[in-house]
């Protein structure tokens, strides 16, 4: 069965600093992979997808995610981070060749010092 | 335009009692799905529908019954509400098939019990 871990529950980085997310993933094939994210009292809000092609995917909000197969791992990148990324942060797997539910990880929550 | 919206936002009732959630998308989406979010912000998947046919029911007990009267809407009923249900309940759609397209969320809705 596909799983998803985010071995970092909490994170604390200061406004400017760069941020990374981590997210490692158990599937027997290329997955495809999302980044969420959940602002207080909000949904979700989709960051960024990798399904195939460039290992290095380009989301909203000047965020980056990079596959690295042999890691089987999907990191969240952001060289400069802001006040307003405090949120929750989840990683998603969805198998291909059917099955359309996404397996969640349990969340990262960033906390941005001023 | 909300894309997917739930009501209620807020849902605060006693032990017991029988209530419902509805969710509404206007994505011209196929597929939509229930997602429980419990206190710790863990995210797992009840049901997923498909052009009003359930085709996902995640061990979920049967008090919860998910009521589909069109592609574009996802009810969820609950009877005999307990301590345990407290959570927040989110809807999601996306497009049929192809798995690397992301599903879009709802705001959520907050089921406190009394």
């Known amino acids: 069965a596909q799983s998803v871990t985010q071995p970092d529950i909490h994170i604390t980085v200061s406004e400017g600093a760069s941020l990374e997310l981590r997210c490692n993933y158990s599937?027997?094939?290329?997955?495809?992979l999302f980044w969420y994210v959940q602002s207080p009292g909000q949904g979700l809000q989709l960051l960024l997808k990798?399904?195939?092609?460039?290992?290095l995917v380009q989301g909203i909000k000047g965020f980056e995610a990079e596959f690295k197969r042999s890691q089987s791992s999907f990191n969240l990148r952001k060289p400069s981070v802001h006040w307003s990324d405090a949120a929750e942060y989840f990683c998603?797997?969805?198998?291909?060749?059917?099955?359309?539910?996404?397996?969640f990880g349990t969340g990262t929550q960033l906390k941005v010092e001023l | 335009d909300t894309a997917v919206s739930q009501t209620p936002k807020y849902l605060v009732t006693q032990m017991g009692n029988d209530k419902s959630i509805k969710c509404e998308q206007n994505?011209?989406?196929?597929?939509m799905y229930w997602y429980k979010q419990d206190s710790k912000k863990f995210l797992k998947i009840m049901f997923s529908?498909?052009?009003?046919?359930?085709?996902i029911n995640e061990t979920v007990p049967n008090r919860f019954s998910p009521k589909s009267p069109d592609k574009a809407h996802l009810n969820l009923h609950i009877n005999s509400l307990e301590l345990g249900d407290s959570a927040v309940y989110f809807c999601?759609?996306?497009?049929?098939?192809?798995?690397?397209?992301?599903?879009?969320f709802g705001d959520g809705t907050r089921l406190s019990i009394l």
């Open positions: 998603a797997v969805r198998g291909p060749g059917g099955g359309n539910k996404l397996t």
């Open positions: 999601a759609s996306s497009p049929q098939g192809s798995g690397y397209q992301p599903q879009h």
């Open positions: 599937y027997g094939a290329t997955p495809y």
């Open positions: 994505l011209g989406h196929d597929t």
């Open positions: 990798y399904f195939s092609g460039d290992t």
């Open positions: 529908y498909n052009n009003k046919e359930l085709i």
